[in-house]
Nanobody, 123 residues
């Protein structure tokens, strides 16, 4: 059974930092592209960042320069380091895993999803 479990969300003041983790099990982790998406109330789920099996990284314009994605293929975990957080970063953050990994920002590219973790940034 494939499981993706996010953790690390919480309440933080604007300008602060959080590190999200996504622990994967039940899949060959190193063969998957891993991505982060987020969804705010009343909004569509939007692409945040992705990292391919090759190590190539991708970011949405809204988080570029503030967020850093990384992966540990021994721990089967992908991370999202979020710095200089803004109130508009408030959302539920979801971890996804994609075997094909051809279109990093497309939701239907991802085969598995975690349950999400809430990030709230206060002003």
């Amino acid at each position: 059974q494939v499981q993706l479990v996010e953790s690390g969300g919480g309440l933080v003041q604007a300008g602060g930092s959080l590190r999200l983790s996504c622990a994967a099990s039940g899949l060959t982790f190193g063969a998957y592209m891993m991505g982060w998406f987020r969804q705010a109330p009343g909004k569509e789920r939007e692409f945040v960042s992705a990292i391919k099996s090759s190590g190539s990284t991708y970011y949405s314009d809204s988080v570029k320069g503030r967020f850093t994605i990384s992966r540990d293929n021994v721990k089967n975990t992908v991370y999202l380091q979020m710095n200089s957080l803004k109130p508009e970063d408030t959302a539920v953050y979801y971890c996804g895993a994609a075997r094909r990994g051809l279109w990093v920002g497309r939701r239907n590219e991802y085969d598995y999803w975690g349950q999400g973790t809430q990030v709230t940034v206060s002003s």
